[in-house]
């Protein structure tokens, strides 16, 4: 009873110190073996593009991990309209509570591309990357001593990939439903800002900052890869995107898209059979992964 007691006093002068301007609270570490792990166990189910069973079993997969990890977990099944008609998505949605009711939403896609070249399309980087590294955030984050000071609401989106070409309803089916969902239950200043991690496992590692990007997050994210050593992985462009950050953007909601688009050759691995795990490495992970954790613990 008394260590306990010692320790819970400990935590609340840390949390009281990082909410009174005391030092800054240091951000967990990323465990770079089991995002490596979990990238290759979610690049295995293949084909996972929207609607197949596939992609059903691997937001199970992220759910059941989340769950295992200390996350509260909720999936969001819905209908939208696709080209070739309607189809069902799932959005995973787990959250961490912080010290402050304000959320940050830190965001990936799960599904792949369909592609009729690659019928089992592992979508290694393109997919499963971020899906690895964010859970292996989610357990960093809830066995931390000190929680971060928003409340990381963690959203895997299904439907990221467009059938045939991105618009009203083709592409971004999750990311658009879910900020549908802010506006209509007026949730919209809650959200502090968005962070969202696409292909970020290639062991050629550049990733990118669009330009579109919210200025005071890319600083953000430069000051806290330096503080760990990793500033010359990360790179502002002039190039726009258009990903799962577009939807939060349009909304006036602050986001950032971490991005390595210069996957292989030209970027000849992308939307092809050769995005296998063979191209992945742990340490590009573990270099997004600790930077998306220095960024919540960093963030005013």
């Not at 929680?147 to 618009?167: I, M, Q, S, W």
């Not at 602050?254 to 991005?259: E, K, N, R, S, V």
Request: aromatic share 8%.
């Amino acid at each position: 009873m008394f260590r306990w007691g010692l320790v819970l006093g400990l935590v609340g002068v840390m949390m009281m110190a990082a909410g009174c301007g005391g030092p800054p609270v240091p951000a967990p570490q990323l465990d770079r073996q089991l995002a490596f792990e979990l990238t290759a166990a979610a690049a295995a189910m293949t084909p996972r593009h929207s609607g197949t069973s596939g992609a059903r079993r691997q937001a199970e997969f992220i759910a059941a991990r989340a769950r295992d990890y200390g996350a509260a977990v909720a999936v969001d099944t819905f209908d939208d309209l696709t080209p070739y008609g309607p189809l069902t998505f799932r959005n995973v949605v787990a959250e961490v509570p912080g010290r402050s009711r304000r959320v940050v939403v830190v965001g990936c896609h799960y599904d792949a591309k369909k592609l009729l070249t690659a019928p089992d399309f592992a979508a290694a980087n393109d997919g499963a990357s971020g899906v690895g590294t964010l859970l292996a955030v989610i357990k960093a984050l809830t066995a931390a001593p000190v929680p971060p000071r928003y409340t990381v609401r963690f959203v895997f989106f299904d439907g990221e990939e467009c059938l045939v070409e991105y618009g009203p309803h083709d592409g971004l089916h999750g990311s658009r439903h879910y900020v549908e969902g802010l506006q209509q239950r007026g949730e919209l200043g809650r959200c502090r800002a968005m962070i969202l991690l696409d292909m970020i496992g290639d062991r050629d590692l550049t990733v990118m900052i669009p330009a579109e990007s919210d200025p005071e997050l890319r600083d953000i994210c430069r000051q806290s890869a330096a503080k760990l050593g990793y500033e010359k992985y990360f790179v502002p462009s002039a190039t726009r995107m258009l990903d799962d950050h577009t939807p939060f953007v349009r909304a006036g909601i602050p986001a950032i898209d971490l991005i390595d688009f210069s996957y292989g050759p030209d970027n000849s691995y992308w939307h092809t059979g050769g995005d296998t795990m063979d191209k992945i490495a742990a340490t590009s992970l573990q270099t997004v992964g600790n930077t998306v954790l220095e960024m919540l613990y960093r963030l005013p």
